[in-house]
């Protein structure tokens, strides 16, 4: 995959180099075609998977105009963060474009709701953006964490470094279900909620090809430390800040959350298209 450069008012732009020169995808909420465990957009007969970190990443450091070429349908997921993707950004070096930063506002409040889940998602009008997201499993491990982002919060340092994240007993059904390829130990925190037996672990161990796994006290895998205690709620931010930009760019507006998810944050980026759709054709 290669970012590249694009004239201003182009916005962010996949283009499925294999598939042949008419293989573009555009970065819309219309595009989006599946959202479980990421987010999938698909355009005519071309798809481009896990496009949140990215995505992320693009808005985090305030790029709005740039081409994505990639040769396959998966974006790379390198350590399950942003983390890469930012540090080749900032030593590349970013260009100031001769053309008005085009923010998305939003003509009143936004609110999407998920009853089965509980989820929801608060988007209000604002001159800045911001995000305040908070996330609860039900864990005893994570228990409940929240975490914010405005524009004096260094996204590089505290949000784009922040890695996803899997419970144990999610992973032999994800490897069963061909939905880990690019995963290993190095990529993903892994969250013990339930006591597992040295067998369970050889088995993770065997699946990853690394030596024998143990549990730490505080019910994390010792795959990897935690760069925060709030990691796994720093990265639901993360994840929604790439989704959100499938509302057409970087919002301009004040954003709440609970329990954010793929599903609800890419319904919130079409709901907040409708809601400036329906004002512009008043």
Known sequence: MTVKPAPAGT?????????????????????????????TLTQGEASVS???????????????????????????ILDGSARLYVEAFKADGLVEQDAERAYVTVPHEIFVEDEKSGSWVRISPADAPSFDVTVDFGSKVLGVQSSHWDRDVDYSTEIGVCRTFVFFHEIEFLFQNN??????????????????????????????????????????????QLRFPNECGRHKMLDMMGDLMLCGGCLAAKVTAFKPGHGINTRAAKAVIDAISAKNCI
């Open 50 to 76: 896990t496009i949140e970190h990215l995505m992320s990443a693009l808005c985090g450091m305030g790029i709005d105009n740039a081409f994505v070429d990639i040769d396959n349908v998966e974006v790379p």
């Open 11 to 39: 916005g962010i732009i996949f283009r499925r180099v294999d598939l042949g020169g008419d293989a573009v995808i555009r970065t819309i909420a219309s595009n989006v075609s599946c959202t479980a465990r990421s987010t």
């Open 179 to 224: 939905l880990v390829k690019g995963g290993d130990v190095e990529n993903a925190i892994v969250i013990v909620e339930h006591p597992v037996s040295d067998g369970q672990l050889e088995r993770l161990s065997s699946l990853f090809c690394v030596p024998k796994l143990s549990v730490g006290q505080e019910g994390y895998l010792n795959n990897l």
